[in-house]
């Protein structure tokens, strides 16, 4: 049963994501286990009574079996749970019903974002980005783009990246009198790669926190340093290197944002913007699939204002 779909008095059997887990002590001084429980439809609050353990904090971000019965406190839903346990190899589940997924088609994706990469005319560009792939490809391909805001679900990386792909051969080719397609789209492959490295993430893959080189450099920083790397090894030409650099750098827009510079070159200001309306354009879709025709959303942070769902 999906937690959007319980109802008071509902039983409850299944495999949930254990988003939080807190050991507490009620009044009489029994031990219970204060729970958040989820699955891609939402998150209910739990409570385990007389629970001493073994599962605690430390277990948070794991896929736990429980039984319980839905119950009502203070106006919300919540499962009082008479047996818990983290699950083993005999529990069957899909991530997908467990964690939010990118509604697309992971595999034609893939494909096309490397066909993509193979369209780089510039054999310079070409070798970094083929060098790049082969070392952050796999979890370029899973992980999510964000731990919030846009795209901070599973495969989030992949639909962002070639949604701005999507965008960059077209604008490429509208501009092409003072647009290098080849940097363009090598930029635009590699802007993010380096978040592979400043993300944490749970086991099912969704980011739990930021790694303390992805706190200390963040990702443009690091994407830079990564491309340094792969081009030195490669030989490339220094101006290329610089240039592929720049892009990752400044791909933020403005240092308000997270641009390490400001974009100097007409590639990077269009990759910049290129990745603005891709991570809004997402913030807008997720937003409007929660709000109903005819209202407005809550006030969306990273927007700094409500949205209208017109009809």
Known sequence: MFINEMNTGDQ????YLLQSAYSKQSSNGKPFLSIVLGDCTGTMDGKVWDYPGPIGTSDSGSVVWIRGTVSEFRGSNQITVDRIRLTDSSDHYAVSDLVPTAPIDVEASWTELNHYAETINDPDYAAVCKEMLQEYGEQVR??????????SFLNGLLMHTLSMLKAADFLATQYSEVIDRNLLIA??????FAKCDEFT???LGLVTDYSVKGQLLGHPVMGAQAVACAA???????????LLQHMILSHHGEPEYGAAVRPVCAESELLSYIDMIDSRMEIYRETLNETPVGEFSQRIFALDRKVYHHN
């Open 201 to 203: 993430t749970s086991p």
């Open 187 to 192: 930029g635009t492959l590699l802007h993010d």
């Open 232 to 242: 030195e090894k490669l030989n490339i030409p220094e101006e290329k290197s610089v």
């Open 142 to 151: 899973s992980i999510p783009a964000a731990k919030s805001v846009h795209h």
């Open 12 to 15: 409850v059997e299944g495999c």
